[in-house]
């Protein structure tokens, strides 16, 4: 991984009182590539005065970036890093000079961030094995995979049993399961993924949980606290937080970040009892309503983070990562079969193979690609 320092800062034109928006050409220079960031060693951004960023690389113009934080303006230290995001909080990927959205500009980490999307149910062969097309393939990125990982669970705040047991029930169960070895068939600069987990040790926090949606760096802070800034760096950390019913336009993600030099793997699950847009429709399991929908977005965000713990891992041209690309693809719809962990069944969305893509073994995702697996 590489260091998250990234840039100083060279503000021209500096007035003696602090500014309210950055300066008209003021800049910001980016000495350092940093894991996930958009922005890499010698891009150049300079303020419009106006909270609009310009992004110079190679002396030729990129586009426009924009500056609510005005961290152009502000920017005094330089062991914090620069990140491009969506207005959503998540990282952009891809040919940013193409891409057709608005971008910003954050001090924090980016957010992979899984939404809940409305679909059509009606295509023929949705669900079903076979058929699919198109360029889909996920590539690799050069970076690490998590071969083994061991996943730990933090609650903060108040836990009822059937949430602590039952997540503790299903991390047990994912070890080799097919979901599990769904994965398997990536690799990374430091080995393949095993599609074998641990299952690590248990945190309450009893202080007040967050009242807001966690950010990225807010997570990291919260694991480096509770392991005493001691973390496991082949881990990932999932914060189940009491609040958080609220939240309307994603129903969990995963990131990255670090204590101190060590690297680590974080994943935010809020509340998500009484949130309709993720209730899977759990009918069968027996399982209460918010701990399925719990479920099935931690298979997702833990094999996301398995296949691109760093965001140095695989994804595809749009950004799309494994538990993206079969998002909300449930095998057998309209009545999804539920998948077997450790002898305990769940309602699971399905996960990218390329391989079975490439066979057109897989089912498909929602559009229309059969390289789903459970």
């Known amino acids: ?56 690389r190679g ?54 961030v899984f939404h809940r999307k409305e679909f059509n149910n009606s295509k023929p062969n ?37 949430i602590t047991n039952g997540m503790a029930t299903f991390f047990s169960g994912f070890s080799g399961s097919s979901i599990g070895n769904a994965s398997g068939e990536y690799t990374g600069s430091n080995g393949k993924v ?21 950010s990225t760096s807010g997570a990291v802070a919260e694991v480096c606290k509770v392991t005493n800034n001691a973390p496991n760096p082949n881990a990932v950390y999932f914060i189940f937080t009491s609040t958080g019913a609220g939240h309307v336009s994603y129903c969990a993600w995963h990131s990255w970040g670090s204590c101190g030099s060590t690297p680590i793997q974080v994943a935010y699950m809020p509340n998500l009892s009484g ?27 833990l094999s996301e983070a398995i296949t691109d713990p760093q965001g140095t891992g695989w994804f595809d041209s749009s950004g799309q ?12 719809e309209p009545a999804p079969e539920p998948v077997s962990l450790g002898g305990t069944h769940w309602i699971l969305q399905g996960e990218w193979s390329n391989a079975a893509y490439t066979a057109r073994t897989g089912y498909l995702n929602r559009s229309g690609q059969a390289g789903c697996l459970y």
Request: aromatic share 8%; proline share 4%.
């Open 1 to 56: 991984m590489k260091h998250l320092l990234l840039a100083s800062a060279v503000l021209a034109s500096i007035c003696a009182t602090s500014a309210v928006a950055a300066q008209r050409n003021q800049t910001l220079y980016i000495s350092y590539d940093t894991n996930g960031s958009q922005l890499r060693a010698g891009d150049v951004l300079v303020a419009d005065g106006d909270g609009m960023a310009a992004l110079y």
């Open 59 to 112: 002396n030729a113009f990129v586009r426009m970036v924009h500056d609510p934080e005005d961290l152009v303006a502000s920017r005094s230290s330089p062991s914090q890093p620069v990140y491009v995001t969506n207005a959503e909080g998540e990282i952009v990927r891809g040919d940013l000079a193409n891409y057709e959205s608005d971008v910003f500009l954050s001090a924090d980490a980016p957010e992979h």
């Open 126 to 162: 949705y669900g079903k094995p076979g058929g699919g097309g198109g360029s889909a393939l996920m590539t690799y990125h050069n970076g690490n995979v998590l071969v083994t990982p061991t996943t730990y669970s933090i609650f903060w705040g108040p836990s009822s049993s059937d």
């Open 194 to 214: 095993s599609g074998k987990t641990v299952v690590g040790g248990v945190y309450q926090d009893n202080s007040t949980p967050p009242s807001r949606a966690l």
């Open 275 to 301: 949130v309709s847009g993720c209730d899977v429709g759990d009918t069968v399991t027996g399982h209460s309503a918010a701990l399925a929908a719990l479920a099935n977005v931690t298979s997702h965000e």
């Open 321 to 332: 990562e494994n538990g993206d690309k079969c998002a909300w693809a449930f095998l057998s």
